[in-house]
């Protein structure tokens, strides 16, 4: 191993590195120096973690609202590792503020903030902020209805406070609601902005723990030992615990990803992350002009106490055991936290697209759902079906482009939505990939009447239909035979009613009467139709099949 | 030994602790650094699943074409880039043979990827970056040019020359 050796010693000579990277691994530590200090390692792990897959998502990512969503779809379902990885990065973002919060507590508990280590719980503090800001900044990023809206609440509440509100929203770029501003900006801070800032502040936090020291035990006066490799392997026990934990929820959980945003979509429940849910829920609590005390005042006194823990309590260090005042304030505290946020889940109610029940169905039995279908509906899944729209909306259940159309919010189920959305999808929902349908209005109108037929129940069979169905029901559009006859309860009852017409007739006597009214119904209004041989095939065998009103 | 700058008076825990302890802390961050590595080199190095884009395009009645002489035709094309759907302006050199055999070919130079064009005068397609020159039928006549011109799948239907996907050339 000479030549590495020769390596290594060229460096240590012109850099100092290996002196550098020894005095870091055989710092003194206190004998009572232990498993309860590896928290702090896993929270620079953490971050580590959250820095590579973040950079792996950014080479995948687009930074623009709309684009972003797809691309993050892009990442989930057609790169191979891509669900892994942006599961390593949701989950991560989670289990870092869990573990920077322990790692907190841990300190608190045993009073290790005391002289001289004000700036070091100060500048931890702050980390603690930061890390709350890539949550709020990072949630926006992949810009479903979950981001959007979680993102509108948060930035109201900025703006909510006193004296700063208003310049705070216009940093945000959020007067007018969330806006592809808002976006880039939590884009940039997310990252380019913060990283380096906590790479910064973390630096700076070793440097004052090392600067006094990792804090003994009271009475502790054992000789000091070193931190490698003992504590190292302890802290490494810790770090592979929480990465074990870390990876099998990537692996089981996917990071979610809803409808893209909607500005539109008054069904959805804004949520923010779990994190923020006892804020949320605490806003919930002062009514009025009082709100902004639940949102910014009252927060802002926590935080503010936070920072000043080590001059509330300037005592000297004790013993664990005597700090029965630092566990009650702990222990409420954790009980506020859960109570506030169990009380919040309780209280909003789930979104349809998270639990996916907006179907209903009232297809008798007997009859297959697509016999139910009035001819506009059908000649809309005709459109369906020669547009091609199967490719980015493959039905229920399935991965497509496009949205599911069995679960569309109830704003969007109306004709009047729809029909200027197939005209111009990217003018209706800002980012949206799909391609105008160029049809005749009232081509639209079927097409609309028909994707607001479907429910996540009948779905497969309608779209099962046997085309001899749908091109029949397209014969008798294109006559507008809907003027005198009434199928399916649409139409006009100027002729007789179709519904169950095959157990009045055959195929013979339709033929006939298609050709010469008057020598099967003497004295009919209805005018004869030279239909060719294959429309006259469909047309009967579509009216054949009709099922009863 | 080397430590000799470091705090002697602090304890060291005992040789073979010292060796387990750092076996397991190098056995332990190179499990997690594979976990780690591993799905990011499949995530950066394996190509995305395929979306079908345009298969076979509609471009040009073959009578249109001229006979033993290459002509540019532009296409509109749909093909999948990332993680959108783009419908593009695509082009090929189309040389239809007097019986009515045509061959396409992907329009940039295999060389570096320039695009070249037909010069009338020497008969040859040029490419202008490094003058890689290429016969009628594709080949090679001069210049870095590696490999013949690559082609495109071609079929005629009902008079119609229809373009697909490029070949896949070795």
């Known amino acids: 191993m000479k030549p590495i050796r020769d390596v290594i010693d060229w460096l240590e000579h012109r850099t100092g590195l290996e002196t550098a990277i020894r005095d870091f691994l055989y710092e003194d530590i206190p004998a009572s120096s232990g498993w ?94 930061v890390t709350l800001v890539f949550g709020l900044t990072g949630y926006l990023l992949p810009w479903d209805n979950r981001a959007y809206w979680g993102t509108v609440v948060t930035t109201q509440i900025t703006g909510s406070a006193p004296v700063l509100g208003p310049y705070l929203v216009r940093l945000l770029g959020s007067e007018a609601g969330v806006s592809r501003v808002t976006f880039s900006r939590f884009y940039a801070l997310h990252t380019i902005l913060l990283p380096p800032l906590v790479i910064i502040l973390i630096g700076i936090h070793i440097y004052l723990v090392r600067k006094h020291g990792v804090a003994p035990a009271v009475g502790d006066t054992a000789p000091r030992k070193k931190f490698f490799p003992e504590q190292v392997f302890k802290d490494t026990i810790g770090v592979a615990i929480a990465f074990i934990i870390l990876f099998t929820l990537a692996v089981i959980a996917d990071a979610p990803l809803g409808r893209l945003a909607d500005p539109t979509d008054t069904a959805f429940t804004p949520r923010p992350e779990w994190y923020f849910l006892f804020l949320f829920q605490t806003i919930k609590f002062f009514k009025g002009p009082l709100e902004v005390l639940g949102a910014v005042v009252l927060p802002g006194v926590a935080v503010l106490t936070l920072f000043l823990v080590p001059f509330i309590d300037r005592g000297p260090m004790v013993r664990l055991g005597k700090r029965g005042l630092a566990f009650g304030v702990v222990i409420l505290g954790a009980l506020a936290w859960t109570g506030l946020t169990t009380a919040a889940v309780m209280t909003t109610p789930a979104n349809p697209e998270e639990n996916g029940l907006i179907a209903t169905t009232d297809v008798e039995t007997g009859v297959q759902a697509w016999q139910s279908l009035s001819p506009e509906e059908l000649q809309g899944l005709a459109l369906f079906r020669k547009e091609g729209c199967k490719g980015c909306h493959p039905g229920s259940g399935k991965q497509g482009v496009g949205p599911d159309l069995t679960k569309l919010p109830a704003d969007h189920r109306t004709a009047a939505w729809l029909v200027p959305h197939f005209k111009e999808p990217s003018k209706i929902v800002p980012g949206s990939t799909m391609p105008p349908v160029q049809l005749s209005n009232s081509d639209l109108n079927a097409l609309s009447s028909f994707v607001l037929k479907l429910t996540a129940d009948n779905e497969s069979s309608i779209m099962a239909a046997p085309d001899y169905v749908v091109q029949g029901a397209l014969v008798y559009q294109s006559n507008h035979c809907n003027s005198c006859h009434m199928i399916a309860g649409v139409g006009q009852k100027l002729g007789p009613v179709l519904d169950g017409v095959g157990q009045r007739h055959d195929r013979a006597w339709l033929e006939q009467h298609f050709n010469d009214p008057q020598s099967t119904s003497k004295g009919t209004s209805m005018p004869p139709y030279k239909f060719s041989p294959a429309d006259m095939d469909a047309i009967c065998k579509y009216l054949l099949q009709l099922p009863k009103a | 030994m080397e430590e000799k700058h470091l705090h002697e008076d602090a304890v060291d825990v005992s040789p073979t602790r010292r060796k387990f302890y750092i076996l397991a802390i190098n056995g332990i961050m190179g499990v997690i650094g594979a976990l780690l590595a591993i799905p990011a080199a499949i995530y950066l190095l394996f190509p995305p699943k395929a979306r079908k884009g345009t298969q076979w395009v509609k471009t040009a009645d073959l009578s249109t074409i001229p006979a033993d002489k290459p002509t540019e035709i532009s296409f509109q094309r749909t093909r999948a880039d990332g993680w959108q759907l783009i419908t593009e302006k695509a082009t090929a050199w189309v040389v239809k043979q007097p019986n009515n055999e045509v061959v396409a070919f992907t329009p940039n130079c295999t060389h570096l990827g320039c695009a070249y064009h037909w010069d009338d005068s020497s008969h040859t397609f040029i490419c202008p970056c490094h003058t890689s020159a290429f016969a009628i039928d594709g080949k090679v006549l001069g210049g870095p040019a590696p490999r013949p011109l690559d082609r495109c799948q071609v079929k005629v239907e009902n008079g119609v020359l229809q373009i697909g996907p490029p070949e896949q050339h070795a």
Request: charged residues 10%; contains cysteine.
């Open chain 1, 36 to 129: 309860h200090q590896i928290i702090g390692s896993a929270a620079v792990f953490f971050f580590v973690i959250q820095v590579f897959t973040g950079g792996l998502l950014a080479f995948n990512f687009a930074a623009t609202p709309g684009d972003s969503y797809n691309s993050v779809r892009y990442i989930m379902t057609e790169l191979t590792g891509g669900r892994l990885i942006r599961g390593l990065h949701h989950w991560g973002a989670s289990m870092m503020l869990i573990i920077v919060v322990l790692h907190m507590i841990q300190v608190f508990l045993y009073g290790a903030y005391k002289k001289p280590r004000e700036a070091t719980w100060m500048v931890g503090c702050v980390l603690l902020l």
